[in-house]
């Protein structure tokens, strides 16, 4: 098998697994005040400590939760109870995942006023215009670092930078799932008050995510309950979830930098190769995009056959992005890929364990496929 569909999700690594296997064995409920419950929460302590050295935070500035849609929904609803009555301005851009466009809309419905900045016809967005649709009126800004169906890479830290000089009191959200353990995240750098991470997107198990809440801010939960997570997340911690989510970031951290040296030119090998095929098109290319997500197109074929077609020859990519399920991806369009080429577009995202021979073997397979496959006008 050729799995180049990292950016729906990656496989648990080894350290993962047995994370989660500790977790399962040490079955405690960390609230309990015996030694099987300290030996729960000894584990996820361990693992809280692990993110936030990730990101350069402290362990009580972390928050597990059972995925990027909670971390995302807790800080988009937690900063509107928190500000929204007040203020009624939310800043955000057409490209982000339903992870947070969906919980923007909401706020829409509630009331709030939404100002989407989009691509401009470069594909671009600048920091300039994320920063003039703020103003004095506006409680939130939520924007993702890493787009997951092209790889752009928006310009947050300047964008939070410039907005925090001037609105200190603006709430900024990041979503940075297929940013984390991928390029450099830090919360000092990044200038953002919240950050949702998702564990299935780096080597953990899927149902755990984490919320960064920067120290000194205080937004309302989204479930109330017993207190667990002092009082953001109630609910019985998944220890063996929160273990392995732990585990992957340590296996993960020290090597953030090799990696994206690895997959720069495994994206560049693709590239290359993409340019000696006359039907294929590289969707989005920018000096600063992501190289773990890719979009081409292949002229003439339509996406869901395409990836059906690879799925026989043993090789894995979706068509646009996994949450899109064959809809006409929106996102695609306002990074301006024409209307004809969304139709025949795969996403192609690589992970740290993924070769030049796998480039290879998806390229003669598309090469397969423009021969064998009928060609749709
Ligand atoms: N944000 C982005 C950019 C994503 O790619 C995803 C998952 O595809 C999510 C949020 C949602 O993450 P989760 O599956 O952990 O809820």
């Known amino acids: 098998m050729i799995y180049l569909d990292n950016a729906a999700t990656t496989k648990p690594c080894e350290s993962a697994v047995r994370g989660v296997v500790k977790g399962l064995e040490l079955f405690g409920n960390p609230s309990s005040l015996h030694k099987c419950g300290l030996d729960a929460e000894l584990l996820v302590s361990g693992a809280r400590e692990a993110v936030a050295q990730s990101l350069g935070c402290t362990a009580d500035e972390i928050f597990f939760t059972s995925g990027a849609t909670e971390s995302s929904n807790t800080a988009i609803f937690g900063a509107f109870?928190?500000?929204?009555?007040?203020?009624?301005?939310?800043?955000?851009?057409?490209?982000?995942?339903?992870?947070?466009?969906?919980?923007?809309?909401?706020?829409?419905?509630?009331?709030?006023?939404?100002?989407?900045?989009?691509?401009?016809?470069n594909g671009e967005i600048t920091a300039h215009d994320i920063f003039a649709a703020v103003n004095d009126d506006t409680f939130l800004v939520s924007v993702m670092l890493v787009n997951n169906e092209t790889g752009a890479v928006l310009p947050v830290q300047k964008a939070f930078s410039m907005i925090k000089k001037k609105y200190p009191h603006v709430i900024t959200h990041c979503d940075c799932v297929q940013g984390y353990m991928k390029l450099p995240v830090k919360t000092k750098t990044l200038c953002a008050d919240l950050i949702s991470l998702s564990?299935?997107?780096i080597y953990a198990p899927k149902g755990i995510g984490a919320l960064y809440v920067r120290k000194g801010l205080h937004i309302p939960p989204l479930l109330f309950g017993g207190g667990q997570e002092k009082n953001m997340r109630s609910g019985?911690?998944?220890?063996?979830?929160?273990?392995?989510?732990?585990?992957?970031?340590?296996?993960?951290?020290?090597?953030?930098?090799?990696?994206?040296?690895?997959?720069?030119?495994?994206?560049?090998?693709?590239?290359?190769?993409?340019?000696?095929?006359?039907?294929?098109?590289?969707?989005y290319r920018s000096d600063t995009k992501s190289p773990y997500v890719n979009s081409i197109s292949v002229r003439g074929l339509r996406s869901e056959v395409l990836l059906h077609f690879l799925e026989q020859q043993g090789i894995y990519v979706s068509s646009g992005s996994a949450c899109s399920k064959g809809k006409k991806s929106s996102v695609l369009q306002q990074f301006r890929i024409p209307v004809q080429a969304l139709d025949s577009t795969i996403r192609v995202s690589f992970g740290i364990d993924n070769t030049k021979a796998d480039v290879d073997e998806l390229m003669k397979a598309l090469t397969l496929a423009g021969e064998q496959l009928a060609k749709v006008k």
């Open 81 to 121: 109870k928190s500000q929204g009555k007040r203020k009624k301005r939310v800043v955000t851009t057409t490209v982000e995942h339903p992870a947070t466009a969906r919980p923007v809309d909401e706020l829409e419905r509630l009331g709030c006023e939404v100002v989407r900045v989009s691509p401009d016809d």
């Open 199 to 201: 564990g299935h997107k």
């Open 236 to 283: 019985t911690e998944s220890v063996p979830l929160i273990c392995g989510f732990g585990e992957a970031v340590k296996a993960l951290s020290g090597s953030v930098a090799q990696n994206l040296e690895k997959v720069r030119e495994l994206e560049a090998y693709f590239f290359e190769k993409c340019a000696e095929n006359e039907d294929i098109t590289v969707n």
